[in-house]
Every structure is written in structure tokens, then in C-alpha cells.
């Protein structure tokens, strides 16, 4: 059985993504690697950057969201994906490090990530969880 990934899921108006990962951080990294692909984005692997920031306290699902939308700033503001990711925590805070490239293009804009019907659930093999993403 595969403990980790991500697949498309169809959705009226949007888009949604099924994320599953074996802990909490794991969840993180497959959905910002579903979230891109849903994008199209093509890396420009010859420009490599780095980025670090703070996803603030908060539910779960409060800091999924916070996480992605913040990923999907640095697409539209630095033109950078990332895919290698890092993570600590500091006092109920959880600190990012994040590897990856700029982006040569995208097929796919998103608006933002939503909360709309999102919870997290841990199962017998970790979490899972339905992200939709304002288009």
C-alpha cells in the first residue's frame, strides 16, 4: 500500500486534490507537490532557490491552508516552486525550509485554498484529508 500521495479529484466549480501522508508533515509535502502539478508548472531546474518561513498556530486544517497559500504567494510573487521540504517546531509554530527552482510556466492559476469542506483525518496509516482550491 502506498502511505503517501495525492490525486485529482473532480469538483463542480473548482478544483480538488485527496491527500494522503504518513504524519502531519508528510500531508504538507504531498499537497504542496499535488497543488503543483494541478498548476502544470514547469521548473526551470538551471535557477535553484531557497525560501524559510512560519506557519502560525492554529487547527490542522488552519495550517494546511496557511502553508499552500503561502506556496502559492511565492509562485505568483518570486515565480518559485519547491521541492524539497523541511520542517520544525517552535513553540505551537511550525518553521519551513524549503528547497526547490523557479518556475519556467504555469498551465493554471489558484486563487487561493479553501477551507471549504476540509478536515483532516488521521486513519490507521496516518492522515488523509479533500483540499479545494479557488480557480
Given at each position: 500500500m502506498?502511505?503517501?500521495?495525492?490525486?485529482?479529484?473532480?469538483?463542480?466549480?473548482?478544483?480538488?486534490?485527496?491527500?494522503?501522508?504518513?504524519d502531519?508533515?508528510?500531508?504538507?509535502?504531498?499537497?504542496a507537490?499535488?497543488?503543483y502539478?494541478l498548476?502544470?508548472i514547469k521548473?526551470n531546474?538551471?535557477?535553484?532557490?531557497n525560501?524559510?518561513f512560519e506557519i502560525?498556530?492554529?487547527s490542522?486544517?488552519?495550517?494546511?491552508?496557511?502553508?499552500?497559500?503561502?506556496?502559492?504567494?511565492?509562485?505568483?510573487d518570486?515565480?518559485?516552486?519547491?521541492?524539497n521540504?523541511?520542517?520544525?517546531?517552535?513553540?505551537?509554530?511550525?518553521?519551513?525550509s524549503?528547497?526547490?527552482?523557479?518556475?519556467?510556466?504555469?498551465?493554471?492559476s489558484?486563487?487561493a485554498v479553501?477551507f471549504?469542506?476540509?478536515?483532516?483525518l488521521?486513519t490507521?496509516?496516518?492522515?488523509?484529508?479533500?483540499?479545494?482550491f479557488?480557480?
Amino acid at each position: 500500500m502506498i502511505l503517501s500521495g495525492y490525486e485529482e479529484v473532480e469538483h463542480t466549480a473548482d478544483i480538488a486534490l485527496r491527500v494522503w501522508g504518513e504524519d502531519f508533515f508528510d500531508l504538507l509535502r504531498q499537497s504542496a507537490w499535488g497543488m503543483y502539478e494541478l498548476m502544470g508548472i514547469k521548473r526551470n531546474r538551471e535557477l535553484m532557490t531557497n525560501v524559510n518561513f512560519e506557519i502560525g498556530q492554529g487547527s490542522m486544517e488552519m495550517q494546511l491552508v496557511d502553508f499552500l497559500n503561502e506556496l502559492l504567494f511565492l509562485v505568483d510573487d518570486k515565480w518559485s516552486c519547491f521541492d524539497n521540504f523541511s520542517f520544525g517546531n517552535s513553540m505551537d509554530i511550525i518553521v519551513v525550509s524549503a528547497r526547490g527552482c523557479k518556475i519556467g510556466s504555469y498551465q493554471r492559476s489558484i486563487k487561493a485554498v479553501t477551507f471549504h469542506n476540509l478536515d483532516i483525518l488521521e486513519t490507521k496509516t496516518g492522515f488523509e484529508t479533500m483540499i479545494t482550491f479557488d480557480v
